[in-house]
């Protein structure tokens, strides 16, 4: 089935440092993927929707210079964390839907960053 | 805003069926409802979705109520490995999934 490889799974950084997230969908084509930040014991909230050579698209209350996002191939988005803060620490997972079906979601196995 | 209701938690015992209730009174003609779990420190996984009918996959059933204002997961041999967060989801196509809280089922030995 349809793989999404996001990258790194674990980061740690220092405060004031910015982090690059990948997610990279394996074996189709994605002009869409989703970024998610998930709390502890929260759910998932949708943070932006990235759009393949376009400008991303950003949730109410989402800071798009503070979560930078290219979406630069079918393949590829990327999430930069800018200037991180510990209260950025969270969970962010990746998802793509696959284009064939357009049925389901298939989402990556997650960063979880810690901003010390 | 989630568009479903689901228990916080549910507990099941291993080889027995689980029913996961979900009820999405206000959605509408062309809202599909979606099933997705999180294991622990994961990436949600799809399990099933449908629109009107009841639909079976290897993994589960949905019964969908002829209203559609409820609907319930089958998980028909829970097993320990079926241990997670179980997200109900209401959305006119998987471009707009947004989670709600979803139900912790603990399936026990």
């Known amino acids: 089935g349809a793989v999404v490889s996001q990258h790194p799974s674990r980061v740690i950084c220092k405060s004031g440092t910015s982090v690059k997230i990948e997610c990279r969908s394996l074996d189709f084509q994605a002009t869409t993927m989703f970024w998610y930040r998930q709390f502890p014991k929260q759910s998932l909230m949708l943070m932006a929707t990235s759009n393949e050579g376009s400008k991303a698209t950003y949730e109410q209350g989402v800071e798009k210079d503070k979560f930078l996002i290219n979406h630069a191939s079918l393949t590829l988005s990327t999430l930069t964390v800018t200037s991180a803060h510990p209260e950025d620490s969270s969970f962010y997972i990746c998802?793509?839907?696959?284009?064939?079906?357009?049925?389901?979601?298939?989402f990556g196995s997650g960063t979880q960053l810690s901003v010390l | 805003d989630a568009k479903t209701t689901q228990p916080p938690s549910m507990d099941c015992a291993e080889g027995r069926a689980a029913n996961l209730p979900c009820n999405h009174s206000?959605?509408?003609?062309?809202?599909?409802v979606y099933w997705y779990r999180q294991i622990h420190s994961q990436g949600p996984q799809y399990i099933i979705h449908?629109?009107?009918n009841n639909e079976t996959n290897e993994m589960a059933s949905l019964i969908i109520t002829e209203d559609r204002k409820s609907s319930t997961l089958i998980l028909p041999h829970a097993t320990l490995r079926d241990t997670a967060v179980y997200y109900c989801i209401v959305s006119l196509n998987n471009n707009d999934m947004r989670f709600g809280a979803g139900t912790r089922l603990t399936v026990k030995p």
């Open positions: 998802s793509a839907p696959q284009r064939r079906t357009n049925e389901k979601l298939f």
């Open positions: 449908g629109l009107k």
């Open positions: 206000t959605i509408s003609g062309n809202e599909y």
